[in-house]
C-alpha cells in the first residue's frame, strides 16, 4: 500500500514508458506542468508546449496511472490574471486528482531572476499574486477539491500526497540518491549532488553524504510547528507535540500564541493549532515567529 511517486517533465514521458513505470510498481505521477500559456512556457524556458503537457497527462491516462498531480506555478513577471485564470481553468476540466500551485520564487543567479535584476521583465506583483490565490482558492472549491495544505489540492482525502504528509509533520526520512536529504535523529544530512561523484562513491564502498547539520530541539520544535501549520485542516496536533518533546505548545509558544491569536491569524482548539483563513497569504509572517533567536 505504499505511495510510490515520480516526477516527470511532459516533454519527456509517452505511453511505453509510462507503462514500464507503472510496470515497475509507480502509482503516482506528478507532471511538472507550470503553465498551459505558450508564452508563459518559453519565459521559464520549459521544454515542453501546452500541447504536450495535455499529451502526457492523457499518457498517463493511457499506461493506468489513476493518481496524477499537475503542478503550476503563478506569480509569473507579466502574467496576468486571464492567463493564469486560463491555465488553471484547463488544468482543472484535465481532471487530476491532484493539483500543487506554488508562488514564484525569484531564486538568486537563476536566468529568470537576472533578467529581473536587468530590468529585461517586470518585477513580480505581490498583490496580483495574492489574487491569483485567492481566485485559484475559490476554482479549486468550485471544482470539488479538498485545500488541504497551503499550496496543494485534493480531489479526495486518499489522493493527498503521502510523502509529503510525512514531512509536514515532521517526520524522520531517508534519501538516497544524487543530491538526497535525510532526517532523523535530530541530523540533517545531504548526498553529494553530481550523479557520477555518487555513484564512485557507492560503488568504491564510502559514503556519499556531502554535509550534515545538527538540530537542535529547539529548532526541532519550531520547524514542527511551522510545517505542522501547513495543514490546513489537520493542522498541529497539541497532543502529538507533547508526546513527542515533552512539553505543550502552549507553555513552548505562550507569547507568540496570544500575539497571533489577537491578530486572528491562528485558532487554537482543545486539540490542534492550525492557520485562519485570513493567513493563508500571510503565513510567512506567523511562521518566522516559532524560529529560536
Known amino acids: 500500500d505504499a505511495e510510490v511517486s515520480i516526477e516527470a517533465n511532459p516533454g519527456t514521458v509517452d505511453v511505453p514508458a509510462l507503462g514500464r513505470l507503472r510496470e515497475l510498481g509507480v502509482n503516482r505521477l506528478s507532471l511538472g506542468v507550470q503553465s498551459l500559456d505558450e508564452d508563459e512556457l518559453r519565459l521559464l524556458g520549459r521544454i515542453h508546449s501546452a500541447g ?6 492523457h499518457a498517463a491516462r493511457q499506461a ?23 491555465s488553471l481553468s484547463r488544468a482543472l476540466e484535465m481532471g487530476p486528482e491532484h493539483l500543487s500551485l506554488y508562488a514564484l520564487s525569484l531564486e538568486e543567479g537563476t536566468p529568470l531572476a537576472s533578467r529581473v535584476l536587468r530590468g529585461e521583465l517586470p518585477v513580480p506583483d505581490p498583490d496580483v ?14 471544482a470539488g477539491y479538498e485545500h488541504y495544505e497551503i499550496s496543494n489540492w485534493a ?21 538516497f540518491g544524487a543530491g538526497a536529504h535525510s532526517w532523523a535523529g535530530g541530523r540533517r544530512w545531504w548526498n553529494v549532488a553530481r550523479p557520477a561523484d555518487y555513484a564512485a562513491r557507492v560503488m568504491a564502498g564510502e559514503s556519499p553524504v556531502d554535509g550534515a547539520e545538527e538540530i537542535s530541539p529547539a529548532l526541532e520544535m519550531a520547524e514542527t510547528t511551522i510545517l505542522g501549520l501547513r495543514l490546513l485542516e489537520e493542522g498541529l496536533s497539541l497532543a502529538r507535540f507533547r508526546e513527542r518533546f515533552g512539553v505543550g505548545a502552549r507553555q513552548q509558544y505562550t507569547a507568540e500564541l496570544d500575539e497571533l491569536s489577537a491578530l486572528e491569524l491562528v485558532e487554537l482548539d482543545a486539540e490542534r493549532l492550525r492557520l485562519t483563513r485570513r493567513a493563508h497569504l500571510l503565513a510567512n509572517q506567523v511562521f518566522y515567529r516559532f524560529l529560536p533567536a
Do not use: K
Open 52 to 57: 504536450q503537457a495535455i499529451q502526457a497527462f
Open 129 to 142: 499574486a495574492a489574487e491569483m490565490y485567492e481566485w485559484a482558492e475559490a476554482a479549486c472549491a468550485a
Open 155 to 175: 480531489r479526495e482525502p486518499r489522493f493527498r500526497c503521502r510523502h509529503n504528509l510525512a514531512t509536514w509533520r515532521n517526520e524522520p526520512y531517508l534519501g
Open 64 to 86: 493506468g496511472l489513476e493518481n496524477v498531480n499537475l503542478d503550476l506555478i503563478y506569480g509569473l513577471p507579466g502574467q496576468s490574471m486571464a492567463t493564469w485564470r486560463a
